[in-house]
């Protein structure tokens, strides 16, 4: 099962350790986590679904391409990387 | 009389009392993080706190023990637009229906526990029946064709900053827009009326000039004891309504100038009314670098300047809309500045304490 791991400064607001996801795409493994720390997925993606502006998901170390739609694809060994991008004072 | 303040900053909310040695923090909220705006509610006594975390988005909290503990509710969420929707402002950008920001945030009437009115960026009103634990877009102004027109002032999207609840008919809410104008509902927001006739625009060319959907409001409030009253800070200028917001005549001679962002009413007098003047919309320092508060107490016949305690000599201190507060008397006034000052007055601006010159950017005040 892949596993999914957030930025440690995601952790100040909603405690999300490493865990394991299901699915074969980005969407599907991050729901799976979602639906256990249902508070997590506002912090991570938007009203509609989508990657909130500064923040960036690695697949396997590959930034994924769709930020709308988390289409991209999961392996079941795979490694889920929830990151944010640097911005702001 | 209220011993209490909510102070929002860029870096926190902080509490500040009155206690035995004068008004000094009293407690720091949130400590780190982006806090846009808080209320009391004087109908149960929670506290409520709006938080943008940038990367992680927009969250509000409640206190149901005067900010000793918080709970994360849920934020007003946008609809998804209709397929193949598709709205541009008037400089051709992509209306988001996404929350962007909270930007006002109040109280329903006494007579509707539970019930509170979230004003947001990208121009979006909500409603929560249940202490903000689910909200509702309001589809009659969101969809409302002349929304549309609404745009930025400031921000890059249009924002509904003051949500004014009519103190005898809490079905009666007056809203204002930076910018977008004033509008109001009869009907718990059934419907809605374009109001503000006389409101003039002077960025915009001059046909369009008095069109009450272009103005930039900066700031709207109410006189609690006289609901036909409003005092308006508009991005050129000071307005004054005294029939409930149907129409407004243009104050001219607030001293040092008419330019600002802040306001408030008396609770009690309608005509007197406060203001935190700036240069110029170009130049948004105090003037001649000396921070004061003006005053009028006869309906803008006059004005006097107070600036009794506050700096005088190279204060570059803006105070934003929602950064200028009163009390339930008339007398306690409090306003914070994005330098970080904090100033307090118990005679209605006479004297002002300096309480800090150091706190985080003050984007908030509010009495508790």
Not at chain 2, 120 to 135: C, I, K, Q, V, Y
Not at chain 2, 222 to 227: K, T
């Given at each position: 099962m892949p596993r999914v791991v957030f930025t440690a400064n995601l952790q100040r607001h909603v405690a999300c350790p490493p865990s394991e996801g299901e699915g074969a795409t980005v969407r599907e493994v991050l729901g799976s986590v979602f639906a256990r720390t249902p508070r997590l997925e506002g912090y991570?993606?938007?009203?509609?679904?989508a990657l909130r502006p500064h923040m960036a998901v690695f697949v396997d170390g590959v930034a994924v391409s769709d930020r709308a739609r988390l289409?991209?694809?999961?392996?079941?060994?795979?490694?889920?990387?929830?990151?944010?991008a640097l911005s702001g004072g | 009389m209220s011993d209490t303040l909510l102070v929002s900053t860029r870096k926190g909310l902080f509490t500040v009392r009155r206690g035995a040695k004068g008004w000094a923090v009293d407690r720091a909220s949130f400590l780190g993080d982006n806090v846009t705006l808080a209320m009391a509610d004087p109908r149960d006594g929670a506290w409520y706190a709006a938080l943008d975390h940038g990367h992680f988005g927009v969250k509000l909290h409640r206190s149901g023990d005067q900010g000793a503990t918080w709970e994360e509710?849920?934020?007003p969420v946008y609809p998804e637009p209709p397929e193949g929707h598709e709205e541009k402002d008037w400089m051709g950008r992509a209306i988001p229906w996404k929350l962007i920001r909270v930007w006002a945030l109040e109280p329903g009437g006494a007579d509707q526990p539970g019930r509170l009115w979230c004003g947001?960026?990208?121009?979006?009103?909500?409603?929560?029946?249940?202490?903000?634990?689910?909200?509702t877009l309001v589809r009659s102004l969101w969809d409302d064709p002349r929304r549309q027109q609404w745009s930025g002032g400031g921000a890059d999207f249009a924002g509904l900053h003051s949500i004014c609840v009519d103190p005898k008919d809490s079905r009666r809410v007056t809203i204002a827009v930076s910018t977008g104008g004033v509008w109001q509902t009869a009907d718990l927001g059934a419907s809605w009326t374009l109001v503000g006739q006389g409101l003039r625009a002077e960025y915009m060319p001059p046909e369009q000039a008095h069109d009450p959907l272009q103005q930039d409001v900066h700031r709207l409030v109410?006189?609690?004891?006289?609901?036909?009253?409003?005092?308006?800070?508009?991005?050129?200028g000071v307005f004054r309504s005294t029939d409930g917001a149907a129409t407004f005549e243009e104050i001219t001679t607030v001293p040092p100038a008419v330019f600002g962002f802040a306001v408030a009413v008396h609770p009690k007098d309608p005509r007197t009314a406060w203001f935190v003047?700036?240069?110029?919309?170009?130049?948004?320092?105090?003037?001649?670098?000396?921070?004061?508060?003006?005053?009028?107490?006869?309906?803008?016949?006059?004005?006097e300047v107070l600036r009794a305690g506050l700096p005088q000599d190279h204060a570059y201190d803006l105070t934003l809309r929602h950064a200028l507060a009163i009390d339930g008397t008339g007398d306690r006034l409090a306003f914070g500045s994005t330098t970080g000052s904090l100033w307090v007055t118990e005679d209605g601006g006479d004297r002002w304490q300096t309480v800090s010159e150091h706190l985080p950017p003050v984007y908030a005040v509010r009495f508790a």
């Open positions: 991570v993606v938007d009203e509609h679904g289409s991209d694809a999961v392996g079941p060994g795979s490694e889920v990387f929830v990151m944010q | 509710i849920a934020v947001t960026l990208p121009g979006g009103l909500f409603w929560s029946e249940d202490r903000g634990a689910s909200w109410q006189c609690p004891a006289a609901p036909e009253a409003f005092w308006l800070q508009h991005h050129n003047p700036a240069q110029k919309d170009e130049k948004r320092i105090p003037v001649e670098g000396k921070v004061v508060v003006a005053r009028t107490r006869d309906g803008a016949k006059t004005f």
